[in-house]
């Protein structure tokens, strides 16, 4: 799982454990027991957090008009499929 700093509990370290899932949670400054997280796989945080930023400048996916969960799921589709045409149509 990634996550920022602000996911840098010792609970949520558990339940992640537990459920047997790596977390890539980089530690609070104030931390006492530094745990290491793999900086490479942290890096690609920032295009995941970008691809969102794109999703939502559709202003339907940003404030959830749609009422059933495949409606959103297939505006999403839809806005991908305009985000990805853009890099296809530029190449």
Same mark, same amino acid.
């Given at each position: 799982m990634l996550a920022d700093k602000g996911y840098d509990a010792d609970a949520i370290r558990a339940d *992640?454990? #537990?459920?047997? =899932?790596?977390?890539? =949670?980089?530690? /609070?400054?104030?931390? /006492?027991?530094?745990?290491?997280?793999? /900086?490479? *796989?942290? #890096?690609?945080?920032? /295009? =995941?957090?970008?691809?969102?930023g794109h999703l939502k400048i559709n202003r339907a996916i940003a404030t959830r008009y749609d009422q059933l969960a495949s409606s959103f799921l297939g505006m999403v589709h839809l806005a991908t499929a305009r985000y990805w045409l853009k890099f296809v149509h530029a190449a």
């Open positions: *992640l454990a #537990k459920r047997q =899932i790596k977390p890539i =949670i980089p530690c /609070r400054s104030n931390r /006492r027991v530094k745990i290491e997280h793999d /900086r490479t *796989l942290y #890096k690609q945080r920032n /295009r =995941i957090e970008r691809m969102f």
